[in-house]
């Protein structure tokens, strides 16, 4: 199963992008869901996760400007993304981590 993730695109450095991601059956409400990014020639790396608490964390260099969120009656994930910077650029995967469902990656691109 691949979800499907939305909400890329180009903008400009200091703009707001907010990407969505359906989700996958009934397991979606009690999984953690997290955001993955990976630049061209670096390593995929974590963004942010939402455990199935509700506990989030985030990768150091995103806090404070991007927020993730669900919607478990629509089994949906999003990620706010404000005060964007060129080093944002990347491809964005989503992840349903259980049962290890990924997305298909949605561009993002943020020009200076």
């Known amino acids: 199963v691949q979800l499907q993730a939305s909400g890329g695109g180009l903008v400009q450095a200091g703009g707001s992008l907010r990407l969505s991601c359906a989700g996958s059956?009934?397991?979606?409400?009690?999984?953690?869901v997290a955001w993955h990014r990976q630049a061209p020639g670096k390593q995929r790396q974590l963004v942010a996760r939402?455990?199935?608490?509700?506990?989030?964390n985030y990768l150091d260099s995103v806090k404070g400007r991007f927020t993730i969120s669900r919607d478990n009656a629509k089994n949906t994930m999003y990620l706010q993304m404000n005060s964007l910077k060129p080093e944002d650029t990347a491809v964005y995967y989503c992840?349903?981590?259980?049962?290890?469902?990924w997305g298909q990656g949605t561009q993002v691109t943020v020009s200076s």
């Open positions: 992840r349903q981590e259980d049962p290890g469902y």
């Open positions: 939402m455990g199935r608490s509700g506990f989030t």
């Open positions: 059956g009934s397991s979606f409400s009690i999984s953690a």
